[in-house]
């Protein structure tokens, strides 16, 4: 078991920027891949971003690139999401995931085997 726990939700006014936080406990070693998706007011959970193990390789959706940055610290077992310019748009429940096997796709929520318990972020307009 990979247990997440999310930081750094809250609200800001568009415009402002957000940076979340997931930090991974438990059998770390076996994340190969870790992401970012929210679930908007009466939508389905959609994908967000994901970066691989090595953080060499990097996924974004196309409604956050060049706003949102996803990094990792695989030292502190934790993902960072940088989330600029932020629209009201973005408003969400924000979720992290982590991989416990390598999967070529890390875009669909089937790509992911341990999610964390979700952070609100709000952005007003």
């Known amino acids: 078991q990979v247990p997440l726990l999310e930081f750094g939700g809250g609200l800001v006014q568009a415009g402002g920027s957000l940076r979340l936080s997931c930090a991974a406990s438990?059998?770390?070693?076996?994340?190969?891949?870790m992401g970012w998706f929210r679930q908007r007011p009466g939508k389905e959970r959609e994908f967000v971003t994901a970066i691989r193990r090595s953080g060499s390789s990097t996924y974004y959706a196309d409604s956050v690139k060049g706003r949102f940055t996803i990094s990792r610290d695989n030292a502190k077992n934790t993902v960072y999401l940088q989330m600029n310019s932020l629209k009201p748009e973005d408003t969400a429940v924000y979720y992290c995931?982590?991989?416990?096997?390598?999967?070529?796709?890390?875009?669909?929520?089937?790509?992911?085997?341990?999610w964390g318990q979700g952070t609100q972020v709000t952005v007003s307009s």
């Open positions: 995931a982590a991989a416990g096997i390598f999967r070529v796709d890390v875009t669909t929520r089937l790509g992911y085997d341990y």
């Open positions: 438990g059998s770390t070693f076996s994340i190969y891949a």
